[in-house]
Protein backbone atom coordinates (compact mmCIF):
# COMPACT_ATOMS: atom_id res chain seq x y z
CA UNK A 1 0.00 0.00 0.00
CA UNK A 2 2.35 3.34 1.05
CA UNK A 3 5.53 3.62 2.59
CA UNK A 4 6.12 6.73 3.96
CA UNK A 5 9.41 8.34 5.50
CA UNK A 6 10.89 11.01 7.23
CA UNK A 7 14.29 12.34 7.14
CA UNK A 8 16.37 14.01 9.40
CA UNK A 9 19.67 15.39 8.20
CA UNK A 10 21.02 16.67 10.66
CA UNK A 11 21.62 13.12 13.04
CA UNK A 12 21.80 10.94 9.21
CA UNK A 13 18.78 9.05 10.20
CA UNK A 14 15.60 8.15 8.72
CA UNK A 15 12.20 6.48 9.41
CA UNK A 16 9.76 5.09 7.76
CA UNK A 17 6.10 3.66 8.11
CA UNK A 18 5.07 0.55 5.94
CA UNK A 19 1.48 -0.48 5.78
CA UNK A 20 -1.14 -2.65 3.80
CA UNK A 21 0.70 -4.82 0.97
CA UNK A 22 4.00 -4.09 0.02
CA UNK A 23 5.72 -4.99 -3.09
CA UNK A 24 8.42 -4.92 -5.00
CA UNK A 25 6.58 -1.41 -6.48
CA UNK A 26 6.43 0.22 -3.13
CA UNK A 27 10.37 -0.85 -2.05
CA UNK A 28 11.55 0.49 -5.40
CA UNK A 29 9.59 3.60 -4.88
CA UNK A 30 10.80 3.64 -1.64
CA UNK A 31 14.54 3.25 -2.28
CA UNK A 32 14.27 5.77 -5.50
CA UNK A 33 12.65 8.82 -3.04
CA UNK A 34 15.37 7.65 -0.27
CA UNK A 35 18.31 8.08 -3.13
CA UNK A 36 16.97 11.15 -3.94
CA UNK A 37 16.38 12.66 -0.44
CA UNK A 38 20.43 11.96 0.18
CA UNK A 39 19.77 9.34 2.95
CA UNK A 40 20.83 6.56 1.08
CA UNK A 41 23.37 6.63 3.99
CA UNK A 42 21.99 6.92 6.83
CA UNK A 43 20.69 4.54 9.58
CA UNK A 44 17.13 3.77 8.54
CA UNK A 45 14.15 2.38 11.06
CA UNK A 46 11.42 0.83 9.31
CA UNK A 47 8.03 0.11 11.16
CA UNK A 48 6.57 -2.43 8.98
CA UNK A 49 4.35 -4.47 11.98
CA UNK A 50 1.14 -3.15 9.69
CA UNK A 51 2.61 -4.31 6.97
CA UNK A 52 2.73 -7.51 4.73
CA UNK A 53 5.23 -8.27 2.02
CA UNK A 54 3.99 -9.39 -0.80
CA UNK A 55 7.17 -9.20 -3.44
CA UNK A 56 7.69 -12.83 -4.73
CA UNK A 57 11.82 -14.19 -4.74
CA UNK A 58 12.44 -13.01 -8.70
CA UNK A 59 11.61 -9.33 -6.95
CA UNK A 60 13.46 -9.99 -4.16
CA UNK A 61 16.50 -10.41 -6.44
CA UNK A 62 15.13 -6.93 -8.09
CA UNK A 63 15.42 -5.22 -4.44
CA UNK A 64 18.90 -6.81 -4.04
CA UNK A 65 20.15 -5.78 -7.45
CA UNK A 66 18.52 -2.16 -6.94
CA UNK A 67 20.44 -1.90 -3.66
CA UNK A 68 23.67 -3.30 -4.88
CA UNK A 69 23.50 -0.89 -8.09
CA UNK A 70 22.82 1.88 -5.53
CA UNK A 71 25.89 0.53 -3.32
CA UNK A 72 28.57 1.23 -6.00
CA UNK A 73 27.97 4.87 -6.03
CA UNK A 74 27.03 5.33 -2.44
CA UNK A 75 27.68 3.89 0.91
CA UNK A 76 24.35 2.43 2.08
CA UNK A 77 23.18 2.68 5.99
CA UNK A 78 22.24 0.26 8.22
CA UNK A 79 18.52 -0.51 8.52
CA UNK A 80 16.44 -2.06 10.65
CA UNK A 81 13.06 -3.87 9.85
CA UNK A 82 10.26 -4.21 12.41
CA UNK A 83 7.84 -6.69 11.82
CA UNK A 84 4.86 -8.24 13.67
CA UNK A 85 4.61 -11.48 11.54
CA UNK A 86 6.97 -14.77 11.41
CA UNK A 87 6.55 -14.29 7.55
CA UNK A 88 7.17 -11.09 7.50
CA UNK A 89 10.24 -12.04 9.50
CA UNK A 90 11.43 -14.40 7.17
CA UNK A 91 11.09 -12.45 4.01
CA UNK A 92 13.32 -9.47 6.11
CA UNK A 93 15.79 -12.25 6.82
CA UNK A 94 15.91 -13.66 3.42
CA UNK A 95 17.07 -9.71 2.22
CA UNK A 96 19.19 -9.95 5.41
CA UNK A 97 21.15 -12.99 4.03
CA UNK A 98 21.14 -11.86 0.29
CA UNK A 99 22.25 -8.37 1.12
CA UNK A 100 25.12 -9.92 3.58
CA UNK A 101 27.85 -8.30 0.85
CA UNK A 102 26.47 -4.69 0.31
CA UNK A 103 24.20 -3.58 3.26
CA UNK A 104 23.25 -4.22 7.17
CA UNK A 105 19.50 -5.23 6.68
CA UNK A 106 18.44 -6.47 10.37
CA UNK A 107 14.58 -8.09 11.02
CA UNK A 108 12.99 -7.01 14.62
CA UNK A 109 9.66 -7.81 16.30
CA UNK A 110 10.36 -5.51 19.07
CA UNK A 111 10.80 -1.32 18.24
CA UNK A 112 12.58 -0.73 20.62
CA UNK A 113 15.21 -3.18 20.39
CA UNK A 114 15.12 -1.73 16.59
CA UNK A 115 16.15 1.38 17.98
CA UNK A 116 18.42 0.55 20.10
CA UNK A 117 20.38 -1.24 17.57
CA UNK A 118 20.74 1.65 15.52
CA UNK A 119 21.64 3.56 18.30
CA UNK A 120 24.40 0.89 19.26
CA UNK A 121 25.32 1.46 15.20
CA UNK A 122 25.60 5.03 15.59
CA UNK A 123 28.05 4.89 18.82
CA UNK A 124 30.04 2.54 17.61
CA UNK A 125 30.95 4.79 14.53
CA UNK A 126 31.61 7.63 15.99
Known sequence: M?????????????????????????????????????????????????????????????????????????VLGPTAVVVSSEFGFGMMRMLEILLEDVCIVKPFHDYDAAEQWLRDLRETAT
Do not use: K
Open 2 to 74: AITCSIDHDQGYMVAIATGPIGWEEVRTHLLAERLAGGLSYRELIDARAAVPTWSSAQAREIVSLLTNFGRRS
